[in-house]
């Protein structure tokens, strides 16, 4: 709901917004608290910053697509299904040989990375100003 309301006016900094809150809930969610205030407060904070991600994504390929949108986006899909499954791989990897508390640092640099992209990614896929 809050990317719907804003992705055409402010894709960029919505994004960036949600990554933002995708560190925070990494950081929280490295205390190592399994329960209470910390944990409940970065499942929310994940949940608010990975609800929109999709649709930031698919808004932002459509932009830097030009004419050929129905393709990239048709691409897209599988990409991020397939990006998804390779996160699960790799958390179970992660969890297998150094316990979940590995989860959120390894959350935390991907959104990190991710960060890093869309701040660079200005004057493609991420330009200032309306949709």
Known sequence: MITAAVVDRALRRVTLGALVLFIAAAVLLSTGE?????AVVGLVLWGLGFGGAATQMQAALAGAAGPDTD???????????????V???IGAVLVE???AAALPAAMGAAALV??????SSHRTAFPAGRR
């Open 97 to 99: 040989g150094t316990g």
């Open 71 to 85: 393709a990239a986006v048709s691409v897209f899909t599988v990409a991020f299904d397939l990006a998804i499954a």
């Open 34 to 38: 399994v329960s209470g205030v910390p």
């Open 87 to 89: 996160g699960g791989v």
């Open 114 to 119: 991710a960060f890093g992209a869309v701040a």
